[in-house]
Structures are given as structure tokens and as C-alpha cells.
């Protein structure tokens, strides 16, 4: 079964600084897709960004981009010139390309950023 | 813009009940999901489904039941509430398996309080 790791419960960081929140996987598979996503205080978890595996090149949404490196099992994000809309928690996430289209969550990260 | 409607923001119950949570989608999904978020545990998959009257358990169904009449409605059924099911309900729903690469999209949860 596949996991997911996100080694760091909590991070802070200045606003308009850059930050980068870890995000670790377990998986046998080669071909699936990595999600990250941003939970506000108002709950509703909002799609960030995406990645699918096949591809080499890192996605890219405006401030937010990734860092895939397939054979250390590593999806990292991160979030360039931090605004105070940013304060979330951030859940990674991983989906089989094959079978069903379940989510696997990691345990998120708090992000709280400091004016 | 997707639409995933839960039908309480807040809920709270008493050890025993019989417990529904509702879940609406006005996107003509054919998947739909419910997850369980707790501190430090992430989002758990409860149950999915993955077409009307289907469903599949997901990682922790124990105490749980899913109904999914129609398209747009997912119901998540707590049996015999227990004071461990007390929690965060989140519904999501994404479009079918030919479209692997489609995120889902989140509910704005249900905060469910077992007295």
C-alpha cells in the first residue's frame, strides 16, 4: 500500500519570503500523480498544484511550484513570496494511475506566515 | 466552479444514534468519496463510490455505511455513534476513470461532535 510523509507538522514563515514544505512517498508504482492541497481556516481544501509522474518537468502555478524527484520518492512545494493568504494547512497527497481514484493523504503541515 | 455541498457545517449527536451525513455535487461526477481528517492522521478514506448504487470501503469503513441513490447524492451513515467517531467529515467528488488526472473537489466539511 502506498504512504505518505509530511515530516513537518508546523512552519513559519515571513511574508514575502519563500518556503518550502516537504512531502515524502512509498510506492511500487512508476506511473501515478502527486497532488498538493491548501486547507484555510474556512476548511474547504482547495487544489493547488499537480504532477504527474511520467512527466520530468516540475509543475508550475504562479507562486507555486514543485520539486519531483521520482527515484527519492520526494514532492516538495514550494511557495515563493508567501502572502498572508497562504496561512493554511497543506495536505499532499498521491493517486494510482491504475484501479480505483482514491486519494492517500499525508498528515499535513500547518503554514503560518508572519507579517 | 464545482459545487460540493455537505449538508451541516457543525453536528452534534449522542453515543448510539443513528447518524447521516449528506453530500451533494451539482457536476455530474461519477466518483464521490468520503474522508474522516483528524490531527496528525491527515485524511483518512472512509468509503467511495464509484457509480450509483456501487461502493467500495476505503482504509478505516469499520462503523461506517455509504448510500448513493442518485449521481449527486453520497450519504455517509454512522450506524451506532461512537464517541471515537467524533471528527471531521470531508466529501469530495471528480470526474470518472477515463480522466485520471482530474483532482476532486472538497465539501466544506462537517465538524461531527459524539456526546
Known amino acids: 500500500a502506498q504512504t505518505v510523509t509530511q515530516s513537518q507538522p508546523e512552519m513559519s514563515v515571513q511574508e514575502a519570503e519563500t518556503v518550502t514544505l516537504s512531502c515524502t512517498y512509498d510506492t511500487s508504482e512508476s506511473d501515478y500523480y502527486l497532488f498538493w492541497y491548501k486547507q484555510p481556516p474556512s476548511r474547504q481544501m482547495i487544489l493547488v498544484i499537480r504532477q504527474e509522474a511520467y512527466k520530468q518537468q516540475n509543475a508550475t502555478e504562479n507562486r507555486f511550484s514543485v520539486n519531483f524527484q521520482k527515484a527519492a520518492k520526494s514532492f516538495s512545494l514550494k511557495i515563493s513570496d508567501s502572502q498572508l493568504g497562504d496561512a493554511a494547512m497543506y495536505f499532499c497527497a498521491y493517486r494510482s494511475r491504475q484501479g480505483a481514484q482514491k486519494l492517500v493523504f499525508g498528515q499535513g503541515t500547518r503554514l503560518t506566515i508572519n507579517p | 466552479d464545482v459545487k460540493v455541498t455537505q449538508s451541516s457545517r457543525y453536528l452534534v449527536k449522542r453515543t448510539g444514534e443513528k447518524v447521516f451525513l449528506e453530500c451533494v455535487q451539482d457536476?455530474?461526477?461519477?466518483?464521490m468519496f468520503w474522508y474522516r481528517q483528524d490531527p496528525g492522521l491527515g485524511l483518512r478514506l472512509i468509503y467511495f463510490?464509484?457509480?450509483?448504487?456501487?461502493?467500495e470501503k476505503g482504509d478505516i469503513p469499520e462503523g461506517y455505511s455509504v448510500s448513493r441513490e442518485k449521481k449527486e447524492r453520497f450519504s455517509l451513515i454512522l450506524e451506532s455513534a461512537s464517541t471515537n467517531q467524533t471528527s471531521m467529515y470531508l466529501c469530495?467528488?471528480?470526474?470518472?476513470?477515463?480522466?485520471?488526472?482530474?483532482?476532486?473537489?472538497f465539501g466544506d466539511g462537517t465538524r461531527l461532535s459524539i456526546l
Open positions: 457536476m455530474d461526477h461519477e466518483n
Open positions: 469530495a467528488s471528480s470526474r470518472g476513470t477515463a480522466i485520471r488526472n482530474q483532482p476532486q473537489h
Open positions: 463510490s464509484y457509480d450509483v448504487k456501487m461502493k
